[in-house]
């Protein structure tokens, strides 16, 4: 196995592996082998949107804001929802509102955010986008046997929330 997080062909050299230490050379990268997977998965959805005029990032909160709340969801709940930052998500949500993409509406409760909503557009956009990204998933997962890719998606997830979790640590160790 290469340090590249290759997979090898041979289950007992994986076996093998596994009795190494975990920054061994021989041994798969966790960083290493979740960047790829998204690098080419972000790749790939973007090359397959392009005519839609949209970023797989525009994409995200076009999902976000559709599954969310009706009434819309303010900047704050969708920078959490999208384990992203502040600044990133107004900064994307500035170039959609001048897309008209999304809207923005006084919140109903706080005088200070906005429920962001998306336009007709923006649903338009979204809903054919969706249709690309659940084939890409498909095509993407289909490398799995079919019984193993829930697993793996609930294993991924526990990833996730373990990433987000040391990260929740990690800064309030250093504020």
Aim: one cysteine or more.
């Amino acid at each position: 196995m290469s340090n590249d997080g290759s997979v090898k062909s041979k289950p007992q050299e994986i076996q093998a592996t596994v009795a190494l230490p975990i920054d061994a050379p021989e041994r798969r990268r966790l960083p290493l082998l979740l960047r790829r997977c998204w690098y080419g998965l972000n790749q790939t959805f973007r090359r397959r949107i392009a005519h839609l005029e949209i970023t797989p990032d525009q994409f995200t909160v076009m999902r976000t804001l559709q599954e969310g709340n009706p009434k819309g969801l303010t900047q704050r709940e969708l920078t959490d929802l999208m384990s992203s930052d502040p600044n990133t998500i107004a900064s994307l949500l500035e170039r959609m509102e001048a897309l008209g993409l999304v809207e923005r509406h006084p919140h109903e409760t706080d005088r200070r955010a906005y429920q962001i909503q998306l336009k007709p557009v923006g649903k338009q956009k979204y809903e054919e986008a969706r249709e690309i990204a659940v084939s890409l998933q498909k095509e993407i997962l289909a490398v799995l046997p079919e019984a193993k890719r829930e697993e793996f998606l609930e294993h991924l997830a526990l990833i996730a929330g373990a990433c987000r979790v040391v990260s929740e640590k990690t800064t309030a160790r250093t504020t």
